[in-house]
């Protein structure tokens, strides 16, 4: 392992730590100001994490103020484990950028309602354990 390869780690780490953290703590305030009859701290960071990550996508790329190790700490690490929803977001975004309109469509779509089928599965399965 060189340490190009270990700053790399270092840099993900780093924010995966401080994005896990964040999420919790957000997500925990939200819940205890708007009460627990709708999923506010998951939508919270959900929506926070999406502007997050199209402002750090931007910086990044069409900026230039975030160098390769602060994209892999701010995007990768603190973005990922605040909310993979954001990626969800970028990627999505990416293929409309990129002109594939129906991929990206078919991203939420699939990802939506597959994720929700697959969840229900797990459930049921975990059930008949």
């Given at each position: ?14 924010g ?25 701290g ?11 990550i ?5 910086l ?66 975990g059930e008949?354990?």
């Amino acid at each position: 392992m060189g340490v190009a390869f270990l700053k790399k780690i270092l840099a993900i780490a780093i924010g995966s730590l401080t994005g896990g953290f964040a999420r919790y703590y957000l997500a925990g305030a939200a819940y205890r100001v708007f009460g627990t009859s709708f999923p506010y701290g998951t939508f919270a960071v959900n929506l926070l994490g999406c502007f997050l990550i199209g402002l750090l996508s931007c910086l990044a790329e069409k900026k230039f103020l975030v160098g390769p190790e602060m994209k892999l700490l701010l995007m990768i690490g603190f973005c990922g484990a605040f909310t993979t929803f954001s990626t969800f977001m970028l990627e999505t975004s990416n293929l409309m950028k990129d002109g594939e309109t129906l991929r990206a469509f078919l991203n939420v779509l699939f990802s939506v309602a597959g994720g929700f089928l697959l969840f229900r599965l797990g459930v049921l399965l975990g059930e008949i354990i």
